[in-house]
């Protein structure tokens, strides 16, 4: 008996003791081609441009590519970003948390399959392929104004495309499904009988939706405001087929130094700016809904509290 | 005793009576839930129905409707260049999934079968590779690119499709990683617990247990990585050097100049290519899923759980 209880954990050991290591070439391929190259720009970004034909150089050590990466003309696009970045994940949310809750909630179970099939169809689409949509759709000579004219809403062609809020409408679009997904992840696996027992001790829509269904799909809420604001804050595509001069954003503008000016040690610095300003607005994202996890238990036990003491 | 007999019909009486204060109350609230997401879904397929509407445009420009027909397919299929994009595409796309599907399938198991400190810290690098901004991606693998190409001498990384092989590769692997941790994690030990103690090698237990076992993850892994690397636009401008451009820097740099009804056509073509591969993937997971009953779906992968 007692050796037909140790075989099999020896057996385990002495294969998992290997399998750890399978996950050495995967480690080792990130470290060479992603940690290392972003260590290289950090390195550069204490460097300059020395002179027209060479991209950087690291002889003289300064903090002056940071105080040059962060001019005026900079800063405009960066706090523009950020504004895009932060309206376009609330958006998200607001036009995403419904659109989960009804798939994941209101839907047969088959229905739900089809639905979330229909949801990952425009995500796997060609990211660019679908903001040139949103170009053909917005541009002053398409159908769109045409319709508009149409009907007589508009007097002249239409003058979205090349602005800041042709970006916006972009960045909610391509970023939605990013927010719905883990949104409809929380919510599916949430026990839907908890609901219903809300419903049955007296609660109504909206305390059952506060008390129950806000706390249950958090993980998700905060899982799909990273997934949308870290690489909105980083786009690149969306603002240079929307935005034109009016719309750019900070990810242009690190693109820029590296393809146009050929200037790396400041494109590094901003790129730099760009990832510490990214983890900043995570930090705080974090340290807000922690604060509100915290409010949001407070009120429950200060709920409960108050009916106990109305009932006694 | 009276209380317990009471309590059930009071129950009873309050289910009979529910569903028709539900079926009251509810049918407002749920139609604007429903109207709000077939809206939501209308909206996500919006651009790619145009896309698809402008490709049978026949005139020169294509945001300019002229007429209908399928002269713009003709036209791409007939222009050398962005049929040798596509080439470069595909090729690209074939390297990565496989790149990553190695790299990606190894770390799954180890995760699944063991974890430890070290499985934190991988998971993070896995969770940073997937998170961090394209573009700081892409500005920092074309100077290491250069340093290693250049500087070091190493003239494979010069080789345009070797650089997007691996840079596709980064954010890949970390998926394929989720999906075959995901699917490992559903599947308990017993099996190859029960070959070694019949004897059996570990190489011998991993290829006759293991592998088959994880086959949909990694099948599915690979096709995905696939799509990815067809997709990818932002590492590719930045690493891709001339010679080898594939199709979405192609793309992404006639905007510049003006946008042909060839693009939306060569476009169509890839987005059913696309399709084809996902519709692979679903079923080669559901028929997974159906056969071990384990629900691990393609959302929850996606979505990092």
């Known amino acids: 008996m007692t050796a037909v209880a140790t075989a099999p954990p020896r057996a385990r050991r002495r294969f998992t003791g290997s399998v750890g290591l399978l996950a050495l070439p995967i480690a080792a391929w990130l470290v060479f081609f992603f940690i290392v190259p972003f260590g290289l720009i950090l390195w550069y970004s204490f460097g300059e441009k020395p002179s027209l034909y060479v991209t950087h150089s690291n002889d003289v050590l300064s903090l002056a590519r940071y105080v040059e990466a962060l001019d005026p003309a900079f800063l405009t696009t960066f706090w523009r970003t950020t504004q895009i970045a932060i309206v376009g994940t609330a958006l998200c949310l607001l036009i995403g948390f419904p659109i989960a809750y009804w798939m994941a909630v209101k839907l047969s179970p088959r229905a739900r399959g089809i639905v979330l099939a229909l949801v990952l169809v425009p995500y796997w689409t060609n990211f660019l392929v679908r903001t040139i949509g949103w170009q053909i759709t917005l541009s002053p000579e398409g159908f769109l104004s045409d319709f508009l004219n149409g009907i007589g809403v508009l007097n002249g062609p239409l003058q979205v495309l090349y602005t800041q809020q042709a970006v916006q409408l972009g960045v909610v679009y391509n970023y939605l499904p990013l927010m719905i997904l883990p949104l409809y992840v929380a919510l599916e696996r949430m026990d839907h009988r908890l609901l219903e027992a809300s419903r049955d001790l007296g609660g109504n829509w909206w305390s059952s939706f506060w008390r129950v269904t806000i706390p249950l799909a958090l993980p998700g809420i905060m899982s799909g405001l990273l997934l949308v604001f870290v690489p909105l804050m980083g786009d690149y595509i969306t603002p240079s087929v929307l935005g034109g001069a009016s719309g750019s954003m900070v990810g242009q503008m690190v693109a820029g130094q590296f393809q146009r000016a050929q200037n790396w040690a400041l494109g590094s610095a901003m790129a730099i700016c760009l990832m510490l300003a990214i983890l900043l607005v995570v930090i705080l994202f974090g340290v807000l809904f922690k604060l509100i996890g915290v409010a949001l238990a407070r009120f429950r036990h200060l709920g409960d509290l108050d009916r106990a003491g109305a009932i006694s | ?305």
């Open chain 2, 1 to 305: 005793m009276t209380t317990t007999v009471d309590r059930p019909t009071e129950r009873a009486a309050e289910t009979r009576d529910e569903p028709v204060a539900r079926k009251h109350r509810t049918p407002l609230g749920d139609v604007v839930l429903g109207i709000w997401g077939v809206a939501g879904l209308l909206f996500l397929f919006f651009p790619v129905l145009v896309i698809v509407a402008y490709s049978f445009n026949t005139g020169r420009q294509l945001q300019s409707w002229d007429g209908f027909g399928l002269d713009s397919y003709a036209n791409a299929f007939n222009n050398p260049t962005i049929v040798a994009t596509i080439q470069v595409s595909l090729m690209a796309a074939a390297g990565s999934a496989v790149v990553s599907t190695i790299l990606g399938s190894f770390a799954g198991v180890a995760l699944a079968r063991r974890g430890g400190r070290w499985a934190v810290w991988l998971v993070a690098l896995l969770g940073l590779a997937m998170v961090t901004p394209e573009i700081v991606n892409a500005v920092s693998l074309l100077p290491w690119f250069v340093t290693l190409g250049a500087d070091w001498g190493l003239s494979i990384f010069n080789l345009g499709q070797v650089r997007l092989v691996i840079a596709h590769s980064l954010f890949a692997c970390a998926v394929v990683t989720f999906i075959v941790r995901a699917r490992m994690a559903g599947l308990n030990e017993s099996l190859e617990e029960a070959a070694a103690d019949l004897g059996a090698p570990p190489v011998q237990r991993f290829w006759t247990i293991t592998f088959p076992l994880m086959r949909p993850a990694v099948i599915s892994g690979a096709l995905l990585s696939f799509t990815l690397s067809l997709d990818n636009t932002v590492l590719s401008s930045f690493v891709s050097v001339a010679g080898s451009t594939p199709w979405p820097v192609y793309v992404f740099a006639s905007l510049r100049s003006t946008l042909r009804p060839e693009i939306a056509a060569m476009s169509t073509v890839m987005l059913l290519l696309t399709l084809a591969v996902l519709a692979l993937v679903a079923i080669v997971l559901s028929r997974a899923s159906r056969k071990t009953g384990d629900g691990s779906g393609l959302a929850q992968t996606l979505a990092g759980g």
